[in-house]
């Protein structure tokens, strides 16, 4: 769960994000929509802790998981130590077994040892929401999951999402332009 | 997965600037080494090898020549000295002892050297087999010169005249080998002992003396020390020359010093030059991976680890550097030590360590942490959301 009250953004003099409120429960699934620009990043960085807005109240369960929009796996790790990686930083004890489990979850047990660059794009993207749930996240957060992806990857993308944080029992907030998730989202936010 | 696991990752990802940072640290590191080990060894040695001389009386000429040749039996003598000028000062009240020397042939290389007892007594040389002379045409062969030559005690062999390979041998004067010497790491390892009288033989070829018998040198050792501010004086007025081994060393090493501070310079403009090239890898590595830092910081990463990263980062270069410098600098004076060997040169070796040696590694250290410094502090101030929104 989190909520959100009162919640400007500013860069120097320009506001990015006015947000009055936006309360979701824990297990909700959430849509943040709007065009470049509207502040769609801006609110998954105050959400995520990685930007302090500069008025308003958050408060936010942890951990959290995030999928960033490039993705942005360690290319001089393989995939088991990029999953690895996630419980190291946070400072949590490191589960080789669940990295295994998370992997087999996105479909990718044989591909523990691959390097990200031998990856498809959408293995890679399997292994950014592995990676992003490695730490049993209350919350889950998606930057743009689908873009540049067909249809049909773009389901995938959006299952694999919904799947995972079920799995979590974490809230689920994506954020994208795109108007193909809309009818997935019963709770949605629009930006802009 | 730990922090030193990580950036051991990063460095093998790039194999080629690895190695080339790694060689450039280990080069310099082996030159400072090398210089290490080569003065250490060699003062020690010429301190060994002059112990207990305090003067060395010759011919007239260069003091250091002198020293070189009657000491450390590295240089050729300018000449030898009529045996009554040196039994002279053998008898002068402020000599303790004097050791005579007679030079001019040797036997593959190695100096056949005809001085008397006392001399073998001075290194406190022990025999393996065998005696020590007792008449004429007798040899005694250091533990080196034994080894190298293969002649054990009862072979005979020829001395050749002149102090390199290639001289005219004497063969109607053969020398017989009665003893073998233990190695004692001094001078006397490398030379073969006779008698004085069996020198004056060769060289007479069985004939009485033509002239005045010579010897080359004599080794004095004062009776008080009130000597060395006299003694040196009075026998440079006379048809002698006098020369103090420790003095002649310590000029030689002023001289050879020069030498030695240009290449021990070089080993750390090396080092130096390594410790900027790990800084200039290191700044590049964090445009490289701002999105990786900005990835761990989302991910959870304080402060702390990303300043960590890289600050092991560098030091695990300048630590390997230095252990391969160190291996190098240590291989390169066991093969220079080998050709020394070879050449009856002053023997050095590679197995031998010096306490310097930890305060090499302790430069390297602080270099690879120097330059992490500033690289790891950057990683350290990595602003995330900007990096990711820029993504």
Same mark, same amino acid.
């Given at each position: 769960?989190?909520?959100?009250?009162?919640?400007?953004?500013?860069?120097?003099?320009?506001?990015?994000?006015?947000?009055?409120?936006?309360?979701?429960?824990?297990?909700?699934?959430?849509?943040?929509?709007?065009?470049?620009?509207?502040?769609?990043?801006?609110?998954?960085?105050?959400?995520?802790?990685?930007?302090?807005?500069?008025?308003?109240?958050?408060?936010?369960?942890?951990?959290?998981?995030?999928?960033?929009?490039?993705?942005?796996?360690?290319?001089?790790?393989?995939?088991?130590?990029?999953l690895l990686l996630a419980q190291y930083m946070a400072g949590a004890k490191q589960e080789p077994a669940r990295a295994a489990q998370v992997l087999a979850g996105v479909g990718l047990a044989d591909r523990a040892h691959s390097r990200p660059h031998q990856l498809s794009h959408g293995q890679a993207q399997r292994v950014a929401v592995a990676r992003a749930v490695m730490n049993r996240p209350k919350l889950l957060i998606a930057d743009e999951p689908t873009s540049n992806l067909d249809d049909a990857h773009c389901a995938a993308a959006l299952d694999l999402l919904e799947a995972q944080a079920a799995e979590c029992g974490a809230t689920l907030v994506v954020a994208t332009h795109d108007a193909r998730a809309k009818p997935r989202f019963t709770n949605r936010l629009e930006l802009g | 997965m730990n922090l030193p696991g990580i950036s051991l990752a990063y460095l093998r990802a790039k194999p080629l600037a690895t190695a080339l940072n790694l060689l450039l640290l280990a080069l310099g590191i082996a030159t400072i080494t090398v210089l290490m080990l080569a003065t250490q060894q060699i003062e020690e040695r010429m301190g060994r090898d002059a112990r207990g001389i305090d003067m060395v009386a010759g011919a007239k000429g260069s003091p250091m020549q002198l020293v070189l040749a009657a000491v450390f039996h590295l240089d050729a003598p300018a000449g030898n000295i009529p045996l009554a000028d040196a039994m002279e000062l053998a008898r002068h009240r402020l000599v303790k002892r004097a050791i005579p020397m007679a030079l001019g042939d040797s036997y593959r290389s190695f100096r056949i050297v005809g001085t008397n007892h006392d001399y073998v007594a001075h290194y406190g040389a022990r025999l393996a087999a065998g005696s020590l002379w007792t008449k004429a045409m007798e040899a005694v062969l250091?533990?080196?010169?034994?080894?190298?030559?293969? %002649?054990?005690?009862?072979?005979?062999?020829?001395?050749?005249?002149?102090?390199?390979?290639?001289?005219?041998?004497?063969?109607?004067?053969?020398?017989?080998?009665?003893?073998?010497?233990?190695?004692?790491?001094?001078?006397?390892?490398?030379?073969?002992?006779?008698?004085?009288?069996?020198?004056?033989?060769?060289?007479?070829?069985?004939?009485?003396?033509?002239?005045?018998?010579?010897?080359?040198?004599?080794?004095?050792?004062?009776?008080?020390?009130?000597?060395?501010?006299?003694?040196?004086?009075?026998?440079?007025?006379?048809? %002698?020359?006098?020369?103090?081994?420790?003095?002649?060393?310590?000029?030689?090493?002023?001289?050879?010093?020069?030498?030695?501070?240009? +290449?021990?310079?070089?080993?750390?403009? %090396?080092?130096?030059?390594?410790?900027?090239?790990?800084?200039?890898? +290191?700044?590049?590595? %964090?445009?490289?991976?701002?999105?990786?830092?900005?990835?761990m910081r989302m991910l959870g990463a304080s402060r702390a680890k990303l300043m960590g990263l890289l600050l092991i980062e560098g030091l695990a270069l300048s630590v390997a550097g230095a252990l391969l410098g160190l291996a190098f600098g240590h291989i390169l004076m066991e093969v220079l030590g080998a050709a020394l060997r070879a050449a009856q040169q002053v023997p050095v070796t590679g197995w031998s360590w010096v306490a310097g040696e930890l305060w090499l590694l302790l430069l390297a250290l602080g270099v690879g942490a120097l330059a992490a410094l500033l690289p790891a502090w950057r990683a350290s101030r990595t602003e995330v959301a900007p990096v990711l929104a820029e993504g």
């Open positions: 769960m989190f909520s959100l009250k009162g919640v400007r953004h500013r860069y120097g003099a320009r506001e990015v994000l006015r947000l009055e409120r936006f309360v979701a429960a824990q297990g909700e699934k959430w849509l943040v929509l709007g065009p470049s620009g509207s502040g769609k990043s801006t609110l998954l960085h105050i959400l995520a802790g990685l930007l302090r807005p500069s008025d308003g109240s958050v408060e936010v369960a942890r951990p959290i998981g995030i999928v960033p929009q490039k993705l942005h796996l360690i290319s001089s790790l393989d995939v088991e130590d990029n | 250091g533990a080196e010169a034994a080894r190298a030559t293969g %002649l054990r005690v009862g072979a005979k062999f020829a001395g050749a005249h002149g102090l390199g390979e290639g001289g005219e041998e004497h063969e109607e004067e053969p020398y017989r080998v009665v003893g073998v010497l233990a190695p004692t790491g001094t001078v006397i390892d490398r030379i073969v002992l006779t008698s004085v009288e069996s020198v004056w033989e060769v060289h007479e070829h069985g004939k009485p003396a033509g002239g005045p018998r010579e010897l080359t040198a004599l080794l004095v050792q004062y009776a008080s020390p009130l000597a060395a501010a006299t003694l040196p004086r009075a026998v440079n007025a006379g048809t %002698l020359q006098a020369a103090s081994p420790a003095y002649e060393s310590a000029r030689l090493f002023r001289m050879l010093g020069v030498g030695v501070e240009v +290449l021990r310079a070089f080993g750390v403009v %090396l080092v130096l030059a390594a410790g900027l090239s790990v800084f200039i890898a +290191l700044t590049n590595a %964090l445009e490289e991976r701002r999105y990786d830092l900005a990835v």
